[in-house]
């Protein structure tokens, strides 16, 4: 037979046709996570060394439990459901314990997730007392026939579903409920992302699929049941396994509008532009241009990572490796 070098034009061709078709049926992807917890006005001077590391390793270890279950062969779905849930019993976040006050001082928890292997989806918006509102909408997409439940029906479904509640003061935190009473006393609803903190995850798992998921306590402030894009599938959250994940964060109403989440992976997956292009793209494109501010983490099926964000900074980190979760939260390291 005859003997072909590694370097020979005809492998380099195979071993690049092979890399863009991207992992197959049986062949295993190297496992990949990415996580953020909100953009907004997060400023160095506003930010103490101890605060900084707190959320340092808040987000290293939501990525370590995320990782680890990828690093088994576990899927997608369960290391970003174990990384949010981290996230949600952390205080220093937006969701679950931690979670921002509504303007009659209770909290209203939002949350979605996406298999990007099936295309199945759960979300809930405005339930109250559920300890990991992600779970929640994990149930639904596992064990309803619906996608969407919002409010006490939401609450009635977790109930049957044996879920886990916990009391109001699960979710107390002083500095939300300060900049509630903020807010009242100057007797202004929330009308903009008065707070960051929301949290999400995108997971590349060695199968080669990928998901994502977001959750939330939505605006400070808000009123008459409002709802973020965070629960909305095609805004805050989507999967695709021939495109990409992404989760999103900021002003929630631009995301809906703009179908932020969705419009990512259409442009990945039916435009053929890196999830670099695409996320920069509509990020520093249609949100910047129509006044809205945010960002997203975006994972593609080779593992290859996005977080454009137009804000002073995202609370963020990616895991590739063992022992090697890298966070960041402001623009410039
Ligand atoms: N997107 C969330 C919302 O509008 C808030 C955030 O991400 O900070 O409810």
Same mark, same amino acid.
């Given at each position: ?12 061709? +195979? ?22 917890? &909100? ?40 290391? +970003? ?47 109250? &007392? ?22 006490? &029906? ?81 805004? &805050? ?18 995301? +809906? ?39 997203? +983490? ?36």
């Amino acid at each position: 037979m005859p003997r072909i070098a590694p370097s020979s034009p005809l492998i380099r061709w +195979i071993v690049a046709m092979l890399a863009a078709l991207g992992p197959m049926a049986g062949q295993s992807s190297e496992p990949v996570i990415a996580i953020h917890g &909100g953009a907004g006005t997060i400023l160095r001077e506003n930010m103490t060394p101890a605060l900084e590391a707190e959320y340092h390793a808040a987000l290293g270890s939501a990525l370590e439990a995320g990782y680890g279950r990828l690093a088994r062969g576990e899927p997608a779905l369960d290391a +970003i459901t174990a990384a949010i849930t981290l996230l949600e019993d952390s205080p220093l976040f937006n969701a679950g314990r931690g979670a921002v006050y509504t303007w009659e001082g209770s909290h209203e928890l939002d949350a979605s997730i996406m298999d990007g292997a099936t295309g199945r989806a759960g979300a809930v918006g405005g339930v109250r &007392g559920v300890r990991n509102p992600i779970v929640l909408a994990r149930r639904v997409m596992d064990a309803s026939p619906h996608v969407f439940l919002a409010g006490p &029906g939401a609450e009635d479904f977790a109930r049957e579903q044996d879920i886990v509640f916990a009391p109001d003061a699960w979710f107390h935190t002083d500095r939300r409920r300060e900049q509630w009473q903020a807010l009242r006393k100057r007797n202004q609803a929330a009308s903009g992302p008065m707070l960051i903190g929301t949290v999400g995850a995108v997971a590349l798992d060695t199968a080669g699929n990928l998901a994502a998921g977001t959750s939330t306590g939505g605006m400070t402030g808000k009123r008459w049941g409002r709802l973020g894009d965070s629960p909305v599938i095609g805004a &805050g959250t989507w999967a695709r396994n021939d495109g990409c994940a992404v989760s999103a964060t900021g002003h929630g109403e631009y995301f +809906i509008r703009l179908g932020i989440a969705h419009e990512i992976c259409a442009r990945v997956r039916i435009g053929g532009e890196s999830v670099e292009a695409a996320a920069s793209g509509v990020i520093h494109g249609a949100l910047e241009e129509t006044g809205g501010t945010g960002g997203v +983490i975006v994972l593609d099926p080779d593992g290859r990572v996005a977080m454009p964000f137009n804000t002073q900074g995202m609370y963020r980190g990616v895991m590739r490796a063992a022992g090697e979760a890298r966070t960041a939260i402001y623009a410039e390291p």
